[in-house]
């Protein structure tokens, strides 16, 4: 399987080298991906069970770990993405668990804004969103909570619960052990997802764990700073909580780290996000743009793993995850993103890109501004995509060390941050995995708050960038 970038409209000689080995990078592992066939057992639905001591558990090759916070307008989807996990569930060597939590029927939330939305790009506002990562109810999308309907006991609960996904060719049920049914935990809080990673790893031990955050999602974030409402991930309707790109990235070093951290989550594949986890997470997957209702196919993603169990590398697991993100939206026509990071050469992109900012602010700033007016952008969150944007700038710039210093920035991005890029629908051919924040109009000072900008330059450069 390839992975297609770069880099349509900049017609300069000196980016080649750069397109080249954009178009080259390829994901073997993957590419002949076979078709898994066979029909799934039923299973009956057991009793409620502790989970069996760690020192009994056998050692497994993995472990996938996916917390899902339906207390919200996601709630009906808790039960069909798991219904998707069962499709094919685990296999010997893998383990998925889930902390899964539902709540009663609720009208869609939009949290408070100040006139009553929110603009992508206030330089050029669109359609009102009434908050990034929500859907607006305008567009076609599928309804996020059931009020009525026929469903059995498996199916039809509130609260908290831990199970234990098992196969199962019934999507009209739950047929996955429940191991803990906790009553009312607060999803938006931290500690309560570094709690669960920890019981996880105590009692599903594996030689390598992928964590799955799930829920709405709108990129960084700082809870206590304004405006608080613009950015974050698991939001809880019942508690009013929810958790703060930091704190994120807090709760997975509490657990003792990932070597995967997915987003099945809105605007969350940014490049702050991605740096604010390179102490936790190996490997960042996560899409760029609003994710549909429907989220991830799990049985897409779980396919390409049932695949490919002989080479199960964390970068294998990752690629698969996007690949069937892609399969799953494809024959629906939906323009959608999802991308994969690896964090262990985070700082020294950054180091590159500080670099690169320093000459671009040594440009006329109407090439910056336009070249953000240009850049494809992404719902909500004041996000552009970063390499889009740059090879925009670049075609307008007339210094011949900005050009250098693109190509190089370009190159180190492909051959070691990149794992894998795949998009969906014209709208996204140019955006290449990875957002960063520009705002259109003016600088959230609570960006200062995180390593990204604490440890480089890129908040000094959108700040002379939104100066007037």
């Given at each position: ?11 300069a000689?000196l980016?080649?080298?750069s ?18 066939i066979?029909?799934?057992?039923e299973?009956?639905?057991?009793e ?40 094919f ?7 998925i668990?889930t902390q ?6 609720s ?40 009020k009525?309907?026929?469903r059995?006991?498996?199916t ?9 996904i ?21 999803m938006?809080?931290?500690k309560q997802?570094?709690e ?14 992928m964590l ?8 960084w974030e700082?809870?206590?700073?304004q ?6 991930i ?11 790109t930091?704190?994120l ?8 780290g990932v ?7 809105c ?8 740096y ?8 960042v997957?996560g899409?760029?743009?609003?994710e ?22 964390p970068e294998?697991?990752?690629a698969?995850a996007?690949q069937?993100?892609?399969a ?15 964090t ?27 070249a ?11 996000s552009k ?11 307008k ?17 492909y051959?070691?941050v990149?794992?894998?890029n795949?998009?969906?629908g ?5 955006a290449?995995?990875?957002g960063v ?5 003016s ?5 200062n708050?995180?390593a990204?900008a604490?440890?480089g330059?890129w ?8 100066a007037?």
């Amino acid at each position: 399987m390839r992975i297609t970038h770069l880099i349509g409209i900049v017609p300069a000689l000196l980016l080649a080298a750069s397109a080249a080995k954009a178009q080259n990078v390829s994901f073997d592992t993957l590419t002949d991906l076979k078709d898994v066939i066979g029909q799934a057992a039923e299973l009956e639905t057991p009793e409620a069970a502790a989970a069996p001591a760690a020192e009994t558990k056998a050692v497994k090759d993995w472990t996938i770990m996916v917390f899902l916070n339906g207390k919200n307008n996601l709630s009906e989807y808790v039960i069909q993405d798991m219904n998707e996990m069962e499709q094919f569930g685990p296999s010997a060597n893998i383990n998925i668990i889930t902390q899964s939590a539902r709540m009663k029927y609720s009208q869609p939330s939009y949290p408070d804004y100040p006139g009553g939305g929110y603009y992508d790009d206030w330089s050029n506002p669109g359609p009102v969103v009434p908050h990034p990562g929500w859907p607006n109810p305008h567009w076609n999308m599928p309804p996020m909570m059931m009020k009525d309907g026929t469903r059995d006991a498996s199916t039809d609960w509130t609260g908290v619960r831990r199970y234990e996904i098992v196969k199962d060719g019934d999507n009209s049920s739950l047929s996955s052990k429940l191991v803990q049914d906790m009553g009312s935990v607060d999803m938006g809080d931290w500690k309560q997802l570094a709690e669960f990673g920890k019981w996880v790893k105590a009692n599903y031990p594996a030689r390598r764990y992928m964590l799955v955050g799930w829920n709405h999602g709108s990129g960084w974030e700082m809870k206590g700073l304004q405006p608080e409402i613009m950015k974050g991930i698991s939001y809880d309707d019942e508690t009013g909580n929810h958790i703060n790109t930091v704190e994120l990235a807090q709760a997975i070093r509490e657990m003792g780290g990932v070597d995967i951290y997915a987003s099945d989550a809105c605007l969350m594949q940014m490049a702050e996000v991605v740096y604010e986890l390179k102490d936790a997470a190996t490997i960042v997957v996560g899409s760029e743009e609003n994710e549909p209702g429907d989220g991830w196919g799990y049985h897409e993603f779980l396919s390409r793993v049932h695949s490919n169990q002989g080479n199960l590398t964390p970068e294998v697991m990752a690629a698969a995850a996007v690949q069937g993100y892609k399969a799953f939206y494809s024959p629906k026509g939906t323009a959608t993103t999802q991308s994969a990071m690896r964090t262990a050469n985070i700082v020294r992109y950054r180091q590159l890109l500080d670099q690169w900012a320093g000459l671009a602010m040594q440009e006329d700033k109407t090439i910056a501004t336009g070249a953000r007016s240009a850049a494809v952008g992404f719902g909500g969150a004041g996000s552009k995509d970063l390499n889009n944007f740059m090879e925009l700038l670049f075609d307008k710039a007339q210094n011949t060390a900005l050009h250098e210093k693109t190509v190089e920035v370009m190159d180190f991005y492909y051959d070691n941050v990149l794992v894998d890029n795949a998009t969906t629908g014209a709208k996204f051919a140019k955006a290449y995995g990875l957002g960063v924040y520009i705002p259109g109009w003016s600088y959230d000072s609570s960006y200062n708050e995180l390593a990204w900008a604490r440890e480089g330059n890129w908040d000094e450069f959108m700040q002379w960038m939104t100066a007037k």
